[in-house]
């Protein structure tokens, strides 16, 4: 698969060119500032924003360029532009985070299995894969003009849904230079440690999974010299996280940490990855959620429209400080990794990976989510070095051939493949409903998915 590269490639280590893919998204000023702070081991002259949607990309060019001026980088160069040719040739790294059909189609993804009675979220159930059918398309596109315009560079992958997206990329470019990765688990972790006085920097986390779908096994301390873990259950069994700074007033948030103390509640053995709450629980998860408010709505009405008002408070020459984000480790998890290929580290991350074995006791070819260490030669997974128990295993299997006949669906244009699909996913209670969202869904992303016949 993808992530792992038949040798190093011949890197430069100076007068890097980054490129991000999805450049208007409000997350980009976060991870270029995370470039910043490692301006000594990352050392770039040259941004580049690549889009499709002129707007969106021209309002993150003037906040950047606002950015670079106010923090002092003048000597950086930024370009935003549209076309692939420009923005790929001569790039070292590829960043991307592309959102195939915006915040408008996360929307339809939410709304519309939610009229069915089915939970409506961006990576899980099917809006996920309703998602997944327009973005492999993106991503696919992404990589291909990565081929031909900057083959040695390297593409960092924050695109969802991950697990959908590196099973398409292994099929069509296996050997492309990529690693796909999630913030999830840092922001778990991060959280954690905020609400209950821990230093996460201590940590060694055994983890597995698929990507949204996941335990922890074990978070050893290397201060405190013991596996933290049990003791981090018992304080969510007792009361909720609260929401840390970079979520800060979000009451999703709440709601998804909330969710996460009932799943331990439940099954106390390991820590879970809070997306299992839409697999867990999800006739509560339908109860709870306003079928004309969602999260899309949420993010528009937040994320979006703040950033919209600073591009325009920048045009206007406002006075004061214009620039107020905190995206907790979003970005600097995504440099970090760049860093530690860029000089050899073999840091430790999170990251969605062919199995090969890592996880004993899964097929080798599914795309699952563990610690894998980063450097010159790209990601090596670490390996479990023990059978995963029954309960994981089933949820695991049962999601992975769901999330691999999807992939087949879209290669093979087969209808009765994304309908084998949806009624595997576990979230969709029967085949009767599993075809009438579909059939909804198909009419929703007539623009985005390919044909199916
Ligand atoms: C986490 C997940 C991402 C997901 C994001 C949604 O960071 O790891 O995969 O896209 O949450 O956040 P949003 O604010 O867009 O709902
Ligand atoms: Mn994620």
Redo the contacts with the bound molecule.
């Keep these: 698969m993808q992530a792992y590269s038949k040798g190093g490639i011949a890197m430069k280590h100076e007068d890097l060119h980054v490129v991000i893919a999805g450049g208007g998204s409000g997350y980009t000023p976060g991870i270029i500032q995370a470039v910043l702070h490692n301006s000594d081991r990352f050392p770039v002259t040259k941004f580049t924003l690549y889009d499709i949607d002129p707007v969106r990309n021209e309002d993150m060019n003037v906040i950047i360029k606002y950015m670079l001026k106010h923090d002092g980088y003048d000597n950086i160069e930024l370009v935003a532009t549209l076309d692939p040719k420009e923005a790929f040739t001569g790039a070292d790294f590829v960043f991307s985070q592309i959102r195939v059909g915006g915040m408008e189609m996360r929307e339809k993804d939410e709304k519309i299995p939610l009229k069915y009675g089915l939970v409506g979220q961006?990576?899980c159930g099917v809006g996920g894969f309703s998602y997944g059918l327009r973005s492999i398309k993106g991503l696919l596109g992404v990589v291909g003009y990565v081929q031909e315009y900057a083959p040695d560079a390297w593409i960092l992958n924050?695109t969802?849904p991950?697990t959908l997206i590196a099973e398409a990329i292994r099929r069509q470019y296996p050997n492309a230079h990529m690693i796909n990765a999630?913030?999830?688990t840092i922001?778990i972790e991060e959280t954690m440690a905020r609400n209950f006085g821990y230093d996460r920097k201590n940590w060694i986390c055994q983890y597995y999974g698929l990507n949204?779908f996941g335990w922890y096994t074990e978070i050893y301390d290397k201060k405190l010299e013991r596996d933290v873990m049990p003791e981090l259950i018992k304080k969510l069994q007792d009361a909720p996280m609260k929401i840390a700074s970079f979520n800060k007033g979000d009451q999703?948030w709440q709601d998804a940490w909330n969710m996460l103390s009932e799943i331990v509640r439940m099954f106390p053995d390991y820590l879970p990855n809070n997306y299992l709450e839409y697999y867990f629980f999800p006739d509560l998860v339908v109860e709870s959620t306003d079928p004309n408010y969602t999260?899309a709505n949420?993010?528009m009405d937040g994320?979006l429209k703040r950033t919209k008002e600073m591009a325009e408070k920048i045009r206007h020459h406002a006075d004061g400080e214009i620039l107020d984000f905190d995206f907790g480790e979003?970005g600097e998890y995504i440099v970090d990794m760049a860093c530690s290929i860029l000089n050899d580290l073999y840091d430790r991350f999170m990251l969605i990976l062919p199995n090969h074995g890592a996880i004993p006791n899964l097929r080798d070819d599914a795309a699952v989510e563990v610690p894998a260490y980063v450097g010159r030669l790209g990601a090596e997974p670490i390996s479990m070095r023990h059978d995963i128990p029954d309960f994981h295993k089933g949820l695991m299997e049962a999601q992975n051939a769901a999330e691999k006949l999807l992939v087949d669906g879209y290669f093979e244009g087969s209808y009765q493949k994304v309908l084998q699909a949806f009624t595997l996913n576990q979230t969709v209670p029967s085949a009767d409903k599993a075809k009438k969202v579909l059939d909804d869904l198909i009419v929703a992303n007539k623009d985005y998915w390919p044909e199916l016949k």
Aim: some cysteine; hydrophobic content about 20%.
């Design positions: 961006e990576t924050y969802n991950e999630c913030d999830m922001s949204h999703s999260r949420m993010v994320r979003h």
